[in-house]
């Protein structure tokens, strides 16, 4: 599993030009579903993001979460996170979990990540998305799960 956390000032998200979802600030989030990944590390994962510290305190250290700072998440699937480029140009793609057992997972990652009490906005799974964003920092942080 895998996940490319940006911190945000905003973002907003289109599907064939129709304004699907927007936050006016906080973390976006695109999550890849390896095969075999499991409901477990979607639970692990979601708690990591939950309370990842990335935005600045009254000290200007990067001490508080997006709860914190009342703050959302867009969570965006992407399965080109598992795009392998290793052996020539064109990416492969068969780490990547199929469509199915991933929107499982990521549906379930996005409720999982609600229960912290963060306000969650979703793209559209398997979609052709226009994904605008603000960034802010830029903060960038990985996860592999």
Known sequence: MKAVVQRVKETSLRVDGKLISQIPFGLIVYFGVKRGDTFENADYLAGKIAKLRVFEDENGKMNKSVLDVQGEIMSVSQF????DVSHGNRPSFIEAE???????????????????????????????????QLSDGPVTIIYDI
């Not at 080109?80 to 795009?83: A, E, I």
């Not at 199915?100 to 799974?125: H, P, Q």
């Open 98 to 132: 199929v469509p199915d057992i991933a929107e499982k997972i990521y549906d379930y990652f996005c409720e999982k990540l609600e229960t912290y009490g963060v306000s969650v906005k979703r793209g559209i799974f398997g979609a052709d998305m226009k994904i605008s």
């Open 80 to 83: 080109t996170l598992y795009g």
